[in-house]
């Protein structure tokens, strides 16, 4: 929801998903009435956990049950998924649409699939343009709201089991006929 301040990054912690990235973007950015929470672990766990250190504003939870990754995601404001190579897909993103919350993203491979103008922010791998647009979440509760319900009717128009089983269904049809 808007109300909540709380940015989430929930994640493998690894180069190409793009941590480095946020941390540098936050920095720029310095939301200060907003939070960042990092959920993940690997080889990128000690540079979540010195941030959470030096910055008050950043909490690293390390590794969570994937049954707890829902209400997480369900708590943010806006889900950050700064990937700086191609994803396929972009699960993090789907699911966080699924949940009404907008997504900040880079918009690389799949991800760009997935979240659009209206359900997010598209920054591309530019430090400015991340920080610029996690600027704007932190700020902007009409944006915040507007984005989370677009990307919601998007997920279930496109990714829910609903839309995506009728999709294999029809292509079945096409293959076949």
């Keep these: 929801p808007a109300a909540s301040r709380t940015f989430l990054f929930a994640g493998q ?10 941390l540098d973007a936050w920095r720029a950015a310095d939301p200060e009435d907003a939070a960042l929470r990092i959920v ?3 080889t990128h766990a000690g540079l979540a956990a ?3 250190a030096t910055d008050p ?3 690293f939870v390390g590794q969570v049950p994937p049954s707890a990754i829902s209400r997480e995601v369900a708590g943010a404001r806006a889900v950050v998924v700064p990937s700086i190579t191609p994803e396929t897909f972009g699960r993090t993103a789907a699911e966080a649409l699924a949940h009404g919350r907008p997504v900040v993203t880079t918009g690389l491979g799949g991800l760009g699939e997935v979240v659009d103008r ?3 922010w598209v920054t591309g791998i530019e430090v400015g343009a991340l920080a610029r647009a996690l600027r704007e979440a932190a700020t902007d509760d009409a944006a ?3 984005r989370g319900a677009h990307g919601r009717e998007r997920h279930r128009r496109l990714f829910s089991p609903e839309a995506t089983t ?3 269904l029809a292509l079945y049809d096409r293959v076949k006929g």
């Design 13 to 22: 912690l690894a180069d190409y998903k793009g941590l480095p990235l946020l």
């Design 50 to 52: 010195d941030a959470a």
């Design 57 to 59: 504003r950043i909490t």
């Design 118 to 120: 209206g359900s997010g």
């Design 166 to 168: 009728a999709a294999l």
């Design 40 to 42: 993940g672990d690997g």
């Design 144 to 146: 915040v709201t507007a």
